[in-house]
């Protein structure tokens, strides 16, 4: 470029700068590239800060030092992050934070814990173990089984769905029924409460008076 047009002024180089490099597509870079690095105990605080702070400016030069700060410890993990607003005011310079994590990684364990990253597990495979007797099953093959069913013994349904009868565990034999009374043993029934007195029967007062009488002999 400096071939083509030779020797200007920087207005003009500033403006064909801004020309280039202030598109949205290029900013969304940055702000990308600025998010994603983010700060672990194994980077140099002083080469960390100093790439950060380069693309702030380049995303935005007008940006004051308040809000550079606070996008710059929000890159930092929490416990870190906090450690960091204790010790540094909001308008410090890029110095002294970068001189605050340097001491911070030195002196304590703070944010020592990215380091560790945790393995992932790998996925056992379950082999089949040959004896001489018999073979032993892996708990896949265990798995593998078809319940049963309780009612008829196949492994093709559910004892709810088997076509077959249920089975009655706790079946009860019928009790016979009492018999119940004939319509002449019912007839007879009715007929000794409706029937009439003959001349036969003796009132019962008419003998307590006849027993009295014979007990207490008449005053002359």
């Known amino acids: 470029m400096k071939e083509i047009h030779g020797r200007r002024n920087w207005p003009w180089w500033k403006s064909q700068i801004i020309q280039k490099y202030s598109n949205g597509t290029w900013i969304w870079q940055k702000t990308m590239s600025f998010d994603s690095d983010k700060y672990s105990v194994d980077k140099d605080p ?67 814990f990215s380091l560790y990253k945790i393995s992932s597990f790998k996925e056992k495979q379950l082999l089949k173990v040959e004896f001489e007797d018999k073979p032993r099953e892996t708990v896949a093959e265990v798995a ?24 009655k565990i706790y079946a009860i034999d019928k009790v016979p029924e009492e018999e119940s009374p004939t319509e002449d043993s019912a007839s007879d029934f009715m007929g000794d409460a409706i029937r009439e007195p003959s001349d036969d029967d003796q009132d019962p007062s008419e003998e307590f008076l006849v027993e009295y009488q014979e007990e207490t002999p008449l005053e002359i």
Do not use: F
Request: with cysteine; net charge positive.
């Open 144 to 167: 593998k089984k078809k319940n049963t069913c309780h009612n008829c013994g196949s492994t093709d349904h559910y004892a709810n769905n088997c076509p077959k009868a249920e089975k």
């Open 46 to 112: 002083y080469e960390w800060c100093l790439r950060k702070s380069k693309r702030l400016k380049a995303i935005d030069p007008q940006m004051n030092i308040q809000m550079k700060n606070n996008k710059l410890l929000t890159q930092l993990p929490g416990e870190l992050e906090r450690a960091v607003k204790c010790r540094c005011n909001q308008n410090c310079t890029l110095d002294e934070i970068s001189n605050t994590l340097q001491n911070i990684r030195k002196r304590t364990n703070i944010g020592k």
